[in-house]
């Protein structure tokens, strides 16, 4: 069972930096490259959205367009890890962050992903 564990949240000021981890583990028999990972964002009140997701094998990323510019997904595959440098903080921004993978995981939405970490608390504010 693959399993997926967030880090890296906090409070920021606005315009400000944080990088998310997500660490992977449980593969039995594939690897990290095999598998479509996403970061997802639930603010209150909202419903969870793609924030950027990287596709398995050819490394292929996708942003929302809230975030382009901004904020940039990476994978190590050495390290079963991927990463989500967040710069230019924004208050609307805050949100828990979750990441997420799927074996093929095509248009970065919530409904495609079937193995989820715990989420990560990021919170912009003054």
């Known amino acids: 069972q693959l399993q997926l564990v967030e880090s890296g949240g906090g409070l920021v000021q606005p315009g400000g930096s944080l990088r998310l981890s997500c660490a992977a583990s449980g593969f039995t028999g594939l690897t990290l490259d095999n598998y479509a990972i996403g970061w997802f964002r639930q603010a209150p009140g909202k419903e969870r959205e793609g924030v950027s997701c990287i596709s398995n094998n050819d490394g292929n990323t996708y942003y929302a367009d809230s975030v382009k510019g901004r904020f940039t997904i990476s994978r190590d595959n050495a390290k079963n890890t991927v990463y989500l440098q967040m710069n230019s903080l924004k208050p609307e921004d805050t949100a828990v962050y979750y990441c997420?993978?799927?074996?093929?995981?095509?248009?970065?939405?919530?409904?495609?992903?079937?193995?989820w970490g715990q989420g990560t608390q990021v919170t912009v504010s003054s």
């Open positions: 997420a993978a799927d074996r093929i995981g095509v248009y970065c939405s919530v409904g495609e992903y079937d193995y």
